[in-house]
T-cell receptor, first 115, second 114 residues
Framework: AQTVTQSQPEMSVQEAETVTLSCTYDTSESDYYLFWYKQPPSRQMILVIRQEAYKQQNATENRFSVNFQKAAKSFSLKISDSQLGDAAMYFCAYRSAWISNMLTFGGGTRLMVKP | GAGVSQTPSNKVTEKGKYVELRCDPISGHTALYWYRQSLGQGPEFLIYFQGTGAADDSGLPNDRFFAVRPEGSVSTLKIQRTERGDSAVYLC????????????FGEGSWLTVV
């Protein structure tokens, strides 16, 4: 079974600075998808960014980018120019390319943004 | 609708009671998922529907939990003889189906069993 580990329960960043959230995963599959979701106090999980494992190029969405290291099974999220609205729980998630029924989530990282 | 809609938003029930949680997915989405999120943890998979049938219910913790999706749209998660350990946020999600499609989540139903 796949597992996803987020080793940072909490992170703090100064507004306008850059922060990196870590995620590692374990799988025996070669084809899969990785995601970062943001969960604000409203509880809704909002997709931040996704990465297909077969793509070597790291995904980027505006201020959000990932560092995908397939051999190391590492998938970190970098947030540039942090904003107060970025404060939330961030979850890393794994999804098999062959078994489409579920996302496997990490335990989450709480990001605090200081003004 | 514009997004995944879940009702009720919050539910407080007494231990031993029966509860139903409803999910209205994004129109046209064939895949529907239920997850459970305990306080301070990531969501855990419960069940997945493709159309009307439960394609994978391996995440349901025991036979007190049951879910249906009779017409391939709205789904109801049913919990019998609730226990205090069932207290959690129950998240519903939907997607167009297929492993590559994005899964969209609702805001969840926060169940408290007292």
């Amino acid at each position: 079974a796949q597992t996803v580990t987020q080793s940072q329960p909490e992170m703090s960043v100064q507004e306008a600075e850059t922060v990196t959230l870590s995620c590692t995963y374990d799988t025996s599959e070669s084809d899969y998808y990785l995601f970062w979701y943001k969960q604000p106090p409203s509880r809704q999980m909002i997709l931040v960014i996704r990465q297909e494992a077969y793509k070597q190029q790291n995904a980027t969405e505006n201020r959000f980018s990932v560092n995908f290291q397939k051999a190391a099974k590492s998938f970190s999220l970098k947030i540039s120019d942090s904003q107060l609205g970025d404060a939330a729980m961030y979850f890393c998630a794994y999804r098999s390319a062959w078994i489409s029924n579920m996302l496997t989530f990490g335990g989450g990282t709480r990001l605090m943004v200081k003004p | 609708g514009a997004g995944v809609s879940q009702t009720p938003s919050n539910k407080v029930t007494e231990k031993g009671k029966y509860v139903e949680l409803r999910c209205d997915p994004i129109s046209g989405h064939t895949a529907l998922y239920w997850y459970r999120q305990s306080l301070g943890q990531g969501p855990e998979f419960l069940i997945y529907f493709q159309g009307t049938g439960a394609a994978d219910d391996s995440g349901l913790p025991n036979d007190r939990f049951f879910a249906v999706r009779p017409e391939g749209s709205v789904s109801t998660l049913k919990i019998q003889r609730t226990e205090r350990g069932d207290s959690a946020v129950y998240l519903c999600a939907s997607s167009p189906g297929g492993s590559g499609n994005t899964i969209y989540f609702g805001e969840g139903s926060w169940l408290t069993v007292v």
